[in-house]
């Protein structure tokens, strides 16, 4: 039989071996001897939503001595994005002790992990245009995987960026982690019966059943008007209260300058904000805590991403599911916001992947007051505002690809303004303007941010 961790009579410090997980269809059973979350690396995207679906207080590692039940599942036609796995690090030597990637903890910090050591991370699709593409979809039967971003994405890599900057974790599959329940010892027992039809841990069972009514002024779309049609809306008449200075940011791409412009929108916007909060919400991209951390360390003071709706990727997703999960999302922020607070939404990677950016404006159309265009450079913003027209003249009924033309087309102060690369110089600010008509603000200038606190002001 083989052993968990690395080759047989190497020394394993875990006392499991994995082959004899129960498959699928069979009896869920906590092992002979139960595998203990505190040998774990549980990436950050996983802790972070595991700790909210079993109601624990966030300030104490649920990891600690308590054990995990778990199920191996050999068809992959079973398999489901989102659904928590082991899997198991490999190297590309025997004699090569630590993986040459990296997995984010749920603190943020980033760690080169051992070879044989366990992670817990979760099935999903990635399609950067910078870095990696790849899914749990073409997992072979070797059951090789890559981790396909730190926070903790799973699935088998198909393309790779020969200028990206870190390689990734390789591992292999070795579990799925079961509906979730902790053992503090040994011989304790589930809280519920063995049986064979129980589910594996999805990220997804982060939404409550209490957060399905979708606000009224969300759910204009036409996927979710149909899905709510069939979903009993108890507190149908309450909207969801966005701040007055709601700001979209998006970009060209991925690594255009969206955080960082995000970051100098949080500081200005804790500075305007006397007495309310600041709200950042990321609603599309592969998630990792370290991106959303930044715009706490800057001034907000409650930060989400699209992995606080169960999701942590957004790429692939279908736009019903995705659409759901994120009203479902923004439904439990209504509470907690009011008009004077503050709300930066950022949009990731650029709406026109496939990381769902259009459906995640179509959703926040309605409550947008004024709006950043992260880009590149110059031309590559003059090529967003031809994708945008073009895409909304032959997808009329798209009101995501309406609502970017929309803003590129206005005359108000929706009108996106350039930040990121293309903003960096004057030689720079003067060919977005000539070649776009958009105005461009160098953020890391005193002067141009004082400029980005009038606007806000304006919106009070």
């Known amino acids: 039989m083989a052993a968990a961790l690395g080759q047989p009579g190497d020394g394993n410090v875990l006392p499991l071996d994995f082959d004899d997980a129960p498959e699928y269809n069979d009896t869920t059973m906590v092992l002979n001897r139960p595998l203990s979350w505190k040998y774990m690396l549980v990436c950050s995207s996983v802790a972070r939503v595991v700790h909210q679906i079993i109601r624990h207080d966030p300030r104490v590692p649920i990891w600690g001595e308590s054990k995990m039940v778990i199920r191996k599942i050999t068809d992959r036609r079973d398999w489901r994005v989102n659904d928590v796995v082991v899997v198991e690090v490999l190297t590309d030597h025997e004699d090569e002790l630590f993986s040459k990637g990296m997995v984010e903890l749920e603190s943020g910090r980033m760690i080169h992990p051992m070879r044989g050591q366990l992670v817990i991370c979760a099935l999903a699709h990635r ?13 072979g039967d070797d059951l090789r995987v890559d981790l396909l971003t730190e926070g903790g994405a799973c699935g088998a890599a198909t393309d790779i960026s020969t200028f990206m900057p870190d390689p990734m974790v390789k591992a292999v599959y070795r579990a799925h982690v079961a509906e979730p329940f902790l053992l ?17 841990l999805n990220l997804e069972g982060i939404l409550d059943a209490k957060y399905d009514s979708i606000p009224p002024n969300l759910h204009h779309v036409g996927q979710l008007s149909s899905w709510a049609t069939n979903h009993p809306q108890p507190s149908a008449n309450s ?12 970009g060209t791409s991925m690594s255009s300058g969206k955080t960082v412009a995000g970051t100098y929108l949080a ?19 592969a998630g990792q805590l370290h991106d959303i951390q930044r715009y706490g360390d800057c001034g907000a003071t409650h930060v989400f991403d699209f992995v606080d709706a169960g999701l942590i990727s957004t790429a692939n997703i279908p736009p019903e599911q995705y659409m759901v999960a994120i009203a479902r999302l923004l439904r439990r922020l209504c509470g907690s916001m009011n008009k004077q607070d503050a709300c930066i939404i950022e949009i990731g990677s650029s709406p026109f992947e496939d990381y769902n950016g259009l459906y995640a404006a179509a ?8 709006s950043l265009v992260a880009a590149s450079d110059a031309y590559a913003l003059k090529g ?12 009329p009924e798209h009101e995501g690809a ?22 960096n110089t004057r030689a720079g600010r003067d060919l977005v303007k000539n070649i776009t008509g958009l105005e461009a603000l160098n953020l890391a200038l005193a002067s141009h941010r004082e400029t980005l606190a009038n606007l806000l002001a304006e919106l009070a």
Request: charged share 25%; hydrophobic share 40%; glycine share 4%.
């Open 239 to 250: 909207e969801c209260a966005f701040p007055r200075k709601t700001v979209l940011i998006f």
């Open 402 to 423: 309406r609502f970017f033309n929309n803003l590129f087309t206005s005359n108000d102060h929706k009108r996106p303004i350039c930040v990121g690369p293309a903003a």
């Open 363 to 370: 959703l926040i159309a309605s409550v947008v007051k004024m």
């Open 384 to 395: 967003m505002v031809a994708v945008s027209a073009e895409y909304s003249r032959d997808h």
């Open 267 to 285: 500081r200005a916007m804790r500075e305007s904000v006397e007495h309310g909060n600041v709200f950042a919400l990321k609603l599309t991209g």
């Open 184 to 200: 503090e010892k040994d011989d304790d027992v589930p809280s519920y019966p063995p049986a064979s039809n129980e589910k594996t």
């Open 127 to 139: 399609r950067s245009t910078q870095e990696s593409v790849g899914s749990f979809l073409h997992v």
